[in-house]
């Protein structure tokens, strides 16, 4: 009875669609596409229908498809994700530039899942107050982060393995598990700064995309996924 109740609970809490570590630690060979858990309107007006739509079902779905299949041409389906990641640098450029897309994309949708927008737990919003100052000038510094990125990539909101929440960014689709990136650690928000996300609405105005995002950021997901990364330190 108690377990059942308690199974009850976590599910009840749980906001991620799915468990990053899980995402991360499957099976190649047990990936399946990544269910969008929302209608492409649902993230109007600051990102349109038509943009999700493409980016979603074309885009994300293209990166999975050819990761899947390099994966199993070259018979990697028994590892996952992580440990794809963590020697990225001995596979062929197509492992890590699609399955770099496919994990990124699953990130990048989460955190905008519609939601508790005002949900940052009290622990992460101690955390960046000690490191930043305020959540405003971690919103600057990765709003910074993402118009330097020269062409396109991501930019970062990382635990890193101090313990410390780090900004940075990376280009085209790496990703800071990889052992290619100079930039490390575990990611708690990626902002995708390729032109497909943003250039049906914004033309060539990445910052007011950039500016737009936050008013779409799940923050009791960047909460969630803060406290699985603090466990894995
Ligand atoms: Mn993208």
Redesign the pocket.
Known sequence: MNRIIITLLATAVSVLSMAQSTLLRQRVSDLNFYQLPYQYTALEPAIDALTVEI?YSK??KAYFDKFFKQASDLKLTDKSLKEIFEKVSEYPTGIRNNGG?YY??VL?WEILKPGNRKGLSPTLNKVIVEEFGSVDNLIAQMNDAALKRFGSGWAWLVLDDNGKLKIGSTPNQDNPLMDVSDFKGIPLIGI?V?E??YYLKYQNKRAEYVNSIWSLINWEVVSQLYDEAVKKQ
């Open positions: 980016h885009h994300h897309g990124n994309h990048y995708d390729w497909h996300a």
